[in-house]
């Protein structure tokens, strides 16, 4: 994938016996099928117990803090006690078309721009679904959807189909795409095979000179599913291609984490989302297994797409347990009885949780709040630009009311 790093997102297994002739190079036999034309082909993935996360000698450092990875810890045991069926692709554009088509559901509420630097990274109006900015084929995964709008798709499914479809638990995904095996990558370690497996960044990128090519995967972008090999469980593409919701509110680590399998989420503060795999444009030390990065629910990219999950025997209790919070979902009002209110109303309500949380993200002095409100934040799709809609005076009032609320004096 030709992409430059900055131009990228982010960047012992215990089975039961079920799991037990699991090899990363033989897929296990598996029945794979669909419950309607236009439906997802489905897998079914077998209850077990694993290790989710890396231990700490396994992580790679934050090319920040350069320091392991602390969102992979600690590392845990999770049962997933029933079976559950998985997409074996990602939800591809026809599929998603004929979601679209038969229910008239309005996905085009723009999407994030992600070339030309950190400066640049903005939503585009006329971008979405159908154009994500460049030219896609009905077999490649859809991109610049949001979580709602795979949550939508999921519901269309379930009427659809009479079964309960979801979006997986960060658990049941990671689960399926270790597929048995307990290191970062379904294949192995040896990085000189990895674009038989993944459709990741394999290309030199200029000014690097310690940028390594282990191998070519074949592609400038997006790969159709299916194009590369499998991992046990006949999941395609869990490591690279897009970057997949998961139903989890997003948190910092794993302290505190459910361990029996089922989506991880708050009764409040739950606009920021997990997404996992990594995608095309990251480069294959950070796209692996266990990487993971929280994005607002109504975030989309044109390297952000879905796979669909659906129910098996007991397993319904993900999509409910999500649907329930769905209808209560608290929020903190932010005051809007001033000019500044109003204006972080109009462009950055949507984007913030309540008053207490992630504090000093970006820094929390005056000049820093103004400049990232300006020219947009790291994380690309919970800050973008605003310098070319709002006058100095009002970025300043912004910063402003921004810190008087959150208490950053």
Same mark, same amino acid.
């Not at 982010?10 to 029945?31: D, H, N």
């Not at 026809?94 to 085009?108: C, H, K, L, N, V």
């Not at 361990?259 to 692996?288: K, Y």
């Given at each position: /994938?030709?992409?430059?790093?900055?131009?990228?997102?982010?960047?012992?297994?215990?089975?039961?016996?079920?799991?037990?002739?699991?090899?990363?190079?033989?897929?296990?036999?598996?029945?794979?099928?669909?419950?309607?034309?236009?439906?997802?082909? /489905?897998?079914?993935?077998?209850? @077990?117990?694993? /290790?989710?996360?890396?231990?700490?000698?396994?992580?790679?450092?934050?090319?920040?803090?350069?320091?392991?990875?602390?969102?992979?810890?600690?590392?845990?045991?999770?049962?997933?006690?029933?079976?559950?069926?998985?997409?074996?692709?990602?939800?591809?554009?026809?599929?998603?078309? $004929?979601?679209?088509?038969?229910?008239?559901?309005?996905?085009?509420?723009?999407?994030?721009?992600?070339?030309?630097?950190?400066?640049?990274?903005?939503?585009?109006?006329?971008?979405? #679904?159908?154009?994500?900015?460049?030219?896609?084929?009905?077999?490649?995964?859809?991109?610049?959807?949001?979580?709602?709008?795979?949550?939508?798709?999921?519901? %269309?499914?379930?009427?659809?189909?009479?079964?309960?479809?979801?979006?997986?638990?960060?658990?049941? #995904?990671?689960?399926?795409?270790?597929?048995?095996?307990?290191?970062?990558?379904? %294949?192995?370690?040896?990085?000189?095979?990895?674009?038989?497996?993944?459709?990741?960044?394999?290309?030199?990128?200029?000014?690097?000179?310690? %940028?390594?090519?282990?191998?070519?995967? @074949?592609?400038?972008?997006?790969?159709?599913?299916?194009?590369?090999?499998?991992?046990?469980? @006949?999941?395609?593409?869990?490591?690279?291609?897009? #970057?997949? %919701?998961?139903?989890?509110?997003?948190?910092?680590?794993?302290?505190?984490?459910?361990?029996?399998?089922?989506?991880?989420?708050?009764?409040?503060?739950?606009?920021?989302?997990?997404?996992?795999?990594?995608?095309?444009?990251?480069?294959?030390?950070?796209?692996?297994?266990?990487?993971?990065? !929280?994005?607002?629910?109504?975030?989309?990219?044109?390297?952000? !797409?879905?796979?669909?999950?659906?129910?098996? @025997?007991?397993?319904?209790?993900?999509?409910?347990?999500?649907?329930?919070?769905?209808?209560?979902?608290?929020?903190?009002?932010?005051?809007?009885?001033?000019?500044?209110?109003?204006?972080?109303?109009?462009?950055?309500?949507?984007?913030?949780?309540?008053?207490? $949380?992630?504090?000093?993200?970006?820094?929390?002095?005056?000049?820093?709040?103004?400049?990232?409100?300006?020219?947009?934040?790291?994380?690309? /799709? $919970?800050?973008?630009?605003?310098?070319?809609?709002?006058?100095?005076?009002?970025?300043?009032?912004?910063?402003?009311?921004?810190?008087?609320?959150?208490? #950053?004096?």
């Amino acid at each position: /994938m030709v992409i430059s790093k900055q131009a990228g997102i982010l960047q012992f297994i215990v089975v039961t016996s079920s799991l037990l002739a699991v090899g990363c190079s033989k897929p296990m036999e598996e029945t794979a099928s669909r419950d309607c034309p236009d439906c997802p082909l /489905m897998i079914v993935i077998p209850a @077990g117990t694993f /290790m989710m996360g890396t231990a700490v000698e396994e992580r790679v450092a934050d090319p920040v803090s350069g320091k392991p990875n602390a969102n992979e810890e600690p590392q845990h045991a999770v049962t997933i006690a029933e079976p559950f069926a998985l997409g074996k692709y990602e939800v591809t554009v026809a599929q998603f078309r $004929s979601f679209i088509e038969d229910t008239g559901y309005d996905a085009s509420a723009g999407c994030f721009v992600l070339g030309g630097g950190p400066n640049s990274m903005r939503v585009n109006p006329d971008y979405d #679904w159908s154009n994500p900015g460049f030219e896609q084929a009905d077999d490649e995964p859809v991109v610049c959807v949001s979580l709602e709008h795979a949550t939508a798709y999921t519901q %269309w499914l379930s009427g659809k189909t009479g079964k309960n479809y979801y979006i997986p638990s960060e658990a049941q #995904w990671e689960y399926a795409a270790k597929a048995g095996t307990s290191g970062r990558y379904f %294949w192995g370690e040896d990085d000189a095979v990895a674009c038989d497996y993944a459709n990741v960044n394999f290309r030199a990128i200029e000014g690097d000179p310690n %940028w390594t090519l282990p191998c070519d995967d @074949g592609y400038d972008g997006l790969a159709p599913v299916g194009s590369f090999l499998p991992n046990a469980f @006949g999941m395609h593409d869990p490591i690279g291609n897009a #970057w997949e %919701w998961v139903t989890d509110c997003s948190h910092k680590n794993y302290n505190g984490a459910p361990a029996d399998g089922s989506a991880w989420i708050d009764e409040e503060n739950c606009l920021f989302r997990i997404i996992r795999g990594g995608g095309a444009g990251n480069d294959l030390a950070r796209t692996t297994n266990v990487v993971r990065a !929280g994005r607002p629910k109504t975030g989309t990219a044109p390297n952000l !797409g879905f796979r669909a999950a659906r129910a098996v @025997g007991q397993g319904a209790a993900v999509q409910q347990a999500a649907a329930t919070y769905e209808a209560t979902q608290a929020t903190t009002a932010w005051p809007v009885n001033s000019e500044a209110g109003k204006l972080f109303a109009e462009n950055c309500a949507a984007c913030h949780q309540d008053a207490s $949380s992630y504090k000093g993200v970006y820094g929390t002095d005056f000049a820093t709040i103004s400049r990232i409100i300006k020219e947009g934040g790291n994380n690309i /799709m $919970s800050m973008p630009a605003f310098g070319d809609q709002l006058s100095d005076a009002q970025i300043g009032a912004l910063a402003t009311y921004l810190r008087e609320q959150k208490g #950053w004096d």
